[in-house]
């Protein structure tokens, strides 16, 4: 396994849309087993491929204390929405900022595992707003994106800031 370097934003690369997996492989299994590691080492709950440049509808979340609930979503779509929450994110492309989102409370989702098995799951609370979070990264979104322009301006300065005085 490998640790991948995870782009951050505003990387230009964040809002492509990634496509859809044509065939699951051991490249694929791969994949998703370096992506694992990588969310483990940063640490985080979720990655999503376009995080590390690989434009291909797979995702990794793992929202266990334990480290022990690692879910793999290839082709994910979201078939059901219910409800509504604000609750506070975070991201890997966006290190050190915190900021409030409105998200649905209560998701299904539809996607295959690493061997090929097509499987539903319904989810709310934190591994809900992972999903949403993580599936927008597949669409090009970053979830600063749902906040004002005046706040992404800030937090673009703020990274470049921080970006000058650790290079």
């Not at 396994?1 to 299994?29: N, Q």
């Not at 480290?67 to 492309?93: D, F, H, Q, V, Y």
Request: glycine share 4%; hydrophobic share 45%.
């Amino acid at each position: 396994m490998a640790l991948l370097p995870i782009l951050h934003y505003p990387d230009a690369r964040l809002h492509t849309r990634a496509r859809p997996v044509v065939k699951i492989d051991e490249r694929v299994r791969q994949l998703v087993a370096d992506m694992a590691e990588t969310m483990y080492a940063a640490p985080g709950v979720g990655l999503a491929a376009t995080q590390v440049n690989v434009h291909e509808r797979i995702v990794v979340i793992d929202v266990s204390e334990d480290k022990t609930g690692l879910i793999a979503l290839i082709n994910p779509e979201i078939i059901e929405l219910r409800g509504e929450k604000i609750c506070e994110e975070g991201c890997l492309s966006v290190p050190g900022i915190y900021e409030e989102v409105k998200r649905a409370e209560w998701v299904k989702v539809r996607a295959l595992n690493t061997s090929e098995e097509a499987f539903e799951l319904e989810a709310q609370g934190l591994l809900a707003v992972c999903i949403q979070h993580e599936l927008d990264h597949l669409d090009g979104k970053v979830f600063v994106e749902y906040l004002s322009l005046l706040k992404q301006n800030r937090i673009k300065s703020k990274l470049a800031k921080r970006a000058r005085i650790t290079v």
